[in-house]
């Protein structure tokens, strides 16, 4: 109930933050933008839309949560609003996984916003069958920014907004050289190898939610990868929160 | 008394942590797992393990941050800008090969630019080895593309300064076996083998061609060949069913 409480506070502070708006209209915009890029595009406008439209819903479900998810302890501190929180019997985890949820939550908004708008914009241009594949993009899409949102509470609730902020951003960049590192991982010799290969396994595996290549051709991807993404973003979100738990825990705030 | 925000009892704080430790290590090592799962899988993607060391459009794939189609999609626009401005001015395509290399290395599903970059190479590049490795490179990528197998068997029937009708019709039949072919390709195929000499064969194309099309004038044309070809292998006189084509040549103004 409590954790309820303060992720539906979260979200609405999160909606109501200028931030969120302008990244949405200029969302909106990116994708508006497609269609003048389309007359040099040769043919090829549609997969250009769908491309810049799904990026688009992950760059900036990015940008929001490095200007407002890695701020979302820190804030609470430097105001000390949340000596008002923490005072009542609150257990601490309740607290993190409540902030994380809300701002999940906001981040999904924005997708399904973003995404609709896009598959309304596919429609439009007469390419309906189209509309499944970004909605099983989109639906990745929001696992992965709710991933990056787990790492950004950990952060804030650890450290500064802007080493928050970097930290996060360092995470996304490694996160997606995952794939890379452990193909890497299997030419290097014996020792180095086991260490490369934990280094790609305790990374959050962001190439497991693009689908973007598919989404392009309209291809929809299968069930067990749906399951297999699903399945890990919620064991990942699940350890990296019961870590800023651990961490949160023993901060003292007096 | 102690202040409400300082840290509760030690042996309580000691065992929530080591609980919420505990649940770390647990999700996590179920994370793990799952991930595991997932490599072993799911479709590999293309391998990239060597990228990091060469200064080509495959490294480039890695530093796109999982983006690499909406690179593609700038560097498509990028290329078609870089072809249009020495079309119409010097004609000179130095970079086309490495353009559309980049390209489809940083989107090897993106059929497009193979068919696009393949032309232009082998055309106004003047580099049909070029054009055929571009399109090879898409077959190999997407070998269940009929759109690529078509138009690569469109390269050699129309490459510039003489027709390779045997390799032109190698692809089309390719095309046409192909889910989604198109459907001129039979008739292609049917046309290549029997300018190329390949009697006995063009009159199978043919006579699929006839069976299948429901085109009633492709019908009437197959119906035509056929009695063509007949009549040239009963007689003896091949040269009856075989055209001499037209050398195609590129005119660039």
Not at chain 1, 15 to 41: E, F, H, K, N, P
């Amino acid at each position: 109930m409590n954790t309820l409480l303060i992720a539906q506070n979260t979200f609405r502070e999160a909606v109501r933050d200028r931030v969120l708006t302008g990244i949405l209209v200029g969302g909106l915009v990116l994708l508006a933008l497609t269609r003048v890029g389309s007359a040099l595009a040769m043919g090829e406008d549609l997969r250009l839309t769908v491309d810049l439209g799904l990026s688009s819903i992950s760059l900036l479900g990015l940008l929001v949560i490095l200007l407002v998810g890695t701020s979302l302890v820190a804030k609470e501190i430097e105001r000390k609003t949340i000596f008002n929180l923490l005072s009542r019997p609150l257990p601490r985890p309740v607290y993190l996984i409540g902030k994380w949820a809300g701002l999940t939550g906001a981040l999904a908004l924005v997708a399904l916003v973003l995404g609709t708008a896009l598959s309304l914009l596919v429609c439009v241009l007469g390419s309906s069958h189209h509309v499944p594949a970004i909605a099983q993009a989109t639906y990745l899409a929001v696992l992965e920014l709710s991933l990056l949102t787990s790492l950004a509470v950990l952060f804030s609730a650890l450290s500064t907004p802007v080493l928050s902020a970097l930290y996060t951003l360092g995470f996304f960049l490694a996160g997606q050289w995952c794939d890379d590192l452990r193909r890497l991982a299997s030419h290097l010799p014996g020792g180095v190898r086991e260490g490369v290969a934990l280094i790609a396994d305790v990374l959050p595996n962001l190439p497991l939610f693009n689908m973007r290549s598919l989404a392009a051709a309209g291809d929809m991807t299968g069930l067990a990868h749906l399951g297999l993404a699903t399945g890990y973003a919620v064991l990942y979100c699940a350890c990296v929160l019961a870590l800023a738990s651990a961490a949160f825990e023993s901060r003292d705030f007096k | 008394m102690s202040h409400p925000l300082s840290l509760p009892a030690m042996p309580l704080v000691r065992v929530r942590m080591a609980l919420a430790w505990a649940a770390a290590l647990v999700f996590g090592l179920g994370a793990v797992s799952l991930v595991r799962l997932a490599t072993t899988t799911l479709p590999l993607r293309a391998p990239l393990a060597e990228l990091a060391y060469y200064p080509s459009g495959r490294a480039l794939r890695p530093a796109s941050l999982g983006h690499a189609e909406t690179a593609a999609d700038l560097a498509w626009l990028r290329a078609v800008q870089y072809y249009g401005e020495h079309r119409r001015t010097d004609l000179r395509f130095l970079q086309l090969d490495h353009v559309f290399d980049v390209l489809t290395s940083l989107s090897p599903t993106f059929e497009g630019p193979y068919v696009f970059g393949a032309f232009a190479l082998a055309q106004e590049g003047r580099d049909f080895a070029a054009a055929q490795r571009l399109m090879l490179k898409g077959i190999e990528a997407n070998p269940r593309s009929a759109r690529l197998a078509f138009e690569l068997g469109f390269l050699h029937f129309v490459r510039p300064g003489g027709r390779d009708l045997e390799q032109a019709a190698q692809w089309f039949e390719r095309a046409a076996r192909l889910p989604g072919g198109p459907p001129q390709a039979g008739r292609f195929a049917a046309f290549a083998r029997q300018h190329a000499g390949d009697l006995a064969i063009a009159l199978l194309l043919w006579d699929d061609v006839r069976r299948t099309s429901t085109n009633p004038l492709l019908r009437d044309m197959a119906e035509r060949e056929i009695g063509r070809l007949q009549k040239a292998i009963r007689t003896g006189r091949r040269q009856a069913a075989v055209k001499r084509l037209t050398t195609p040549a590129v005119i660039l103004k």
